[in-house]
């Protein structure tokens, strides 16, 4: 594993972790140093990653991870004690993307999954996280929004609504829990290279090709650069951050301050 080893003696869980950007997130950190807990509701997907952080000399742990879920979320903050003997960072990441349409055409089943994972997700692991954290000394929680949580668009009512609630949330937790140690960070990604965000698109030079003019950059980001702004936000290189987002969207907001359906991710 080659890092600086900025988290060595660290011990994170990152939910979402068998998805691209939780992924990256979580080999990051392993390289760091630090001992990670791979959840995510898919165990398969969960194992792979974890594989693949121990073959490359990491410690890493999979565990199937529901964040809707409040007897889940408790099981894998004591999974972390209980095998690392602590918990220092927590990093939400999992999410829910609902179909496009308005409030006449989405169903309340729709409307309700986009809460349960992206915002009432994240309350239920910081809930369990906390005491962990606390008792460890203090450490790190970050929250993984999006750009689209700044503005409003059209057809994504759920998904960017949460993502907005997130970024609030994190403020309201970093307010309640700095005095534990605990710093509390948002992290927005604007448009990332990923199956996920590929799916509107009929391939990745498509989709680069008609979405790289929207950014200052050109270009859109990769799962990497998001894994490095988390790092930061996990590292004690931003130990004077809490209750901030941090916006790593090659210059998008900045520039044009909204897009279309077909090009937000």
């Given at each position: 594993?080659?890092?600086?080893?900025?988290?060595?003696?660290?011990?994170?869980?990152v939910t979402g972790?068998?998805?691209?950007?939780?992924?990256?997130i979580?080999?990051?950190?392993?390289?760091?140093?630090?001992?990670?807990i791979?959840?995510d509701v898919?165990?398969?997907?969960?194992?792979?990653?974890?594989?693949?952080?121990?073959?490359q000399?990491?410690?890493?742990?999979?565990?199937?991870l529901?964040?809707?879920?409040?007897?889940?979320c408790?099981?894998?903050v004591?999974?972390?004690c209980?095998?690392?003997?602590?918990?220092?960072?927590?990093?939400?990441v999992a999410?829910?993307?609902?179909r496009?349409?308005?409030?006449?055409?989405l169903?309340?089943?729709?409307?309700?999954k986009a809460?349960a994972v992206?915002?009432?997700?994240?309350?239920?692991m910081?809930k369990?996280?906390?005491?962990?954290?606390?008792a460890a000394?203090?450490?790190?929680i970050?929250?993984?929004?999006?750009?689209l949580?700044?503005?409003?668009?059209?057809r994504?009512?759920?998904?960017?609504?949460?993502?907005?609630?997130?970024?609030?949330?994190?403020?309201c937790l970093?307010?309640?829990?700095?005095r534990?140690?605990?710093?509390?960070?948002s992290?927005?990604?604007?448009?990332?290279?990923t199956?996920r965000?590929?799916?509107?698109?009929?391939?990745?030079?498509?989709?680069?090709?008609?979405?790289?003019?929207?950014y200052?950059?050109?270009?859109?980001?990769?799962?990497?650069?998001?894994?490095?702004?988390a790092?930061?936000?996990?590292?004690?290189e931003s130990?004077?951050?809490?209750?901030?987002?941090?916006?790593?969207?090659?210059?998008y907001?900045?520039?044009?301050?909204?897009?279309?359906a077909?090009y937000?991710?």
């Amino acid at each position: 594993m080659n890092g600086t080893g900025s988290l060595v003696g660290a011990v994170a869980l990152v939910t979402g972790a068998g998805g691209e950007i939780g992924g990256a997130i979580a080999a990051r950190f392993a390289r760091e140093g630090a001992c990670v807990i791979v959840g995510d509701v898919r165990l398969d997907a969960a194992n792979e990653q974890a594989k693949t952080i121990t073959e490359q000399g990491g410690r890493a742990l999979a565990v199937k991870l529901d964040v809707s879920d409040s007897q889940s979320c408790a099981m894998s903050v004591a999974t972390a004690c209980e095998t690392f003997g602590k918990l220092t960072i927590l990093v939400n990441v999992a999410a829910a993307v609902t179909r496009d349409g308005t409030v006449e055409t989405l169903d309340l089943e729709d409307w309700n999954k986009a809460l349960a994972v992206n915002i009432t997700g994240p309350f239920l692991m910081a809930k369990f996280a906390v005491p962990a954290i606390r008792a460890a000394g203090g450490g790190s929680i970050i929250n993984i929004a999006s750009q689209l949580g700044q503005i409003g668009v059209p057809r994504r009512a759920p998904y960017s609504t949460t993502k907005a609630a997130l970024i609030h949330f994190t403020k309201c937790l970093a307010g309640d829990h700095a005095r534990d140690g605990i710093r509390v960070n948002s992290l927005s990604p604007g448009a990332i290279d990923t199956a996920r965000s590929l799916r509107r698109f009929a391939s990745r030079e498509e989709a680069n090709k008609e979405r790289g003019p929207s950014y200052l950059l050109g270009r859109t980001g990769s799962v990497e650069e998001v894994a490095a702004g988390a790092l930061f936000l996990a590292s004690d290189e931003s130990s004077f951050m809490t209750g901030a987002d941090l916006l790593i969207d090659g210059g998008y907001l900045a520039f044009k301050g909204g897009l279309s359906a077909k090009y937000a991710e």
